[in-house]
């Protein structure tokens, strides 16, 4: 016999049972249209029987004037990626050159320098200002400026001067000068409306975007992409029978909208895009390769923040576990060598550090005011 129930649990129990039937109906609803949703869809699959290797990728990219590798920055399996299609396109054709997201054109004389031999790493990391205007560890793109500098390879600064592109996300075209103009292509397309679309999507993902202009972060967006096209575009006319190597971020090759179809605009000439490790949509890309991860040797870091006074280097900050800190170091004290090499930039510092191993044990010297400093700090 099943127990009477009083009115009130009577009424939540039906409440429960015709409540939990409404749920099930409402997933029922849910996932019938997620389901229509993927079918209209149709999404992209991969034919795993059939995959590419990066050796048949490059047969295929052997057919093009430009090849676009696109990275992730701080992934060296990206770089390897690329060094591995450079090696063998240049073997099948030993007019190749590179072009570099990298470095700024108003550098290109440090570049040529180094990859005609007629300076050291040294001198060419200091003249192209590499660690102020890039600040990704050099050994992320040692391999690849080592084999351009062995077989001599042109190597092609691509990159707008950082100050324009800052001054224009900031207060837009209209605020750059007349010789700030010079500096950039005379023609700026702005009709690719899915690119401002995606760009919208990046930008609203930014902390505090709202305090920012989209418009004039889209005009950064396109001026960066034509200068580099530009530069692209100015090699080719230059040295038609060459093919050039593009190594750029994703963000600027991704669906051919940043730098390859402005190239393109240009110029016409053949081109094939390809991304690493980016998400498999249609039309993102001509191939996507996925590497195994590599570590790479890092640069030691001494947690030090600073700022360049006078051709001095002056402590400003300290990074969390600072072992400069640590050490005895404190802000607004004068740092002067490392193992008696001159420091008056912040570049001379990265350079110092760049050519430094792990376990060493590195002596730097400075001033506090008219104390002179000395402390040894074993690098991480």
């Not at 075209?173 to 397309?189: T, Y």
């Not at 008696?340 to 760049?354: C, K, M, P, T, W």
């Not at 050519?355 to 000395?374: D, N, P, W």
């Amino acid at each position: 016999m099943r127990p009477r129930l009083s009115g009130k649990r009577y009424l939540f129990t039906c409440f429960v049972f015709f409540f939990a039937i409404g749920c099930s109906a409402t997933r029922r609803e849910e996932s019938s249209e997620r389901f229509k949703k993927l079918a209209r869809q149709d999404p992209p699959t991969v034919d795993v029987a059939n995959l590419k290797t990066l050796s048949s990728i490059i047969q295929e990219l052997a057919t093009k004037q430009i090849v676009y590798l696109g990275e992730e920055h701080d992934k060296f399996s990206h770089h390897l990626v690329q060094l591995e299609i450079l090696r063998t396109l240049h073997r099948d054709n030993p007019k190749t050159a590179v072009g570099m997201e990298m470095f700024e054109r108003p550098f290109q004389r440090a570049v040529d320098d180094y990859v005609g031999g007629a300076v050291d790493e040294r001198a060419f990391l200091k003249r192209s200002e590499y660690f102020k205007r890039w600040n990704i560890d050099y050994h992320l793109y040692k391999p690849i400026l080592d084999y351009a500098r062995d077989k001599r390879l042109p190597v092609v600064a691509l990159n707008a001067r950082r100050e324009i592109v800052d001054k224009v996300a900031k207060s837009g075209l209209d605020a750059l000068s007349k010789a700030e103009r010079n500096e950039i292509p005379a023609n700026l397309d702005f009709s690719d409306q899915e690119y401002r679309a995606r760009l919208k999507e990046i930008f609203a993902e930014h902390k505090g975007s709202g305090e920012k202009n989209l418009e004039f972060f889209y005009q950064a967006q396109i001026l960066w992409d034509e200068t580099m096209a530009e530069s692209i575009d100015q090699f080719l006319k230059k040295n038609p029978d060459y093919r050039m190597i593009v190594l750029a971020g994703s963000g600027h090759l991704q669906y051919a909208s940043g730098i390859p179809k402005r190239s393109f605009r240009r110029n016409g000439f053949s081109y094939g895009v390809v991304l690493n490790d980016a998400e498999i949509k249609p039309r993102i890309a001509d191939f996507i390769v996925f590497p195994e991860a590599v570590a790479v040797p890092s640069t030691p870091k001494i947690g030090v923040v600073v700022e360049e006074q006078n051709q001095q280097l002056r402590v400003k900050g300290f990074a969390k576990e600072s072992l400069a800190e640590k050490a005895g170091f404190k802000a607004g004290d004068i740092l002067e060598s490392i193992d008696g090499e001159r420091l008056s930039s912040s570049d001379d510092l990265q350079i110092a550090l760049f050519y430094k191993k792990a376990g060493e044990t590195v002596t730097i010297r400075g001033r506090r005011a008219e104390q002179e400093l000395e402390f040894r700090i074993k690098l991480p």
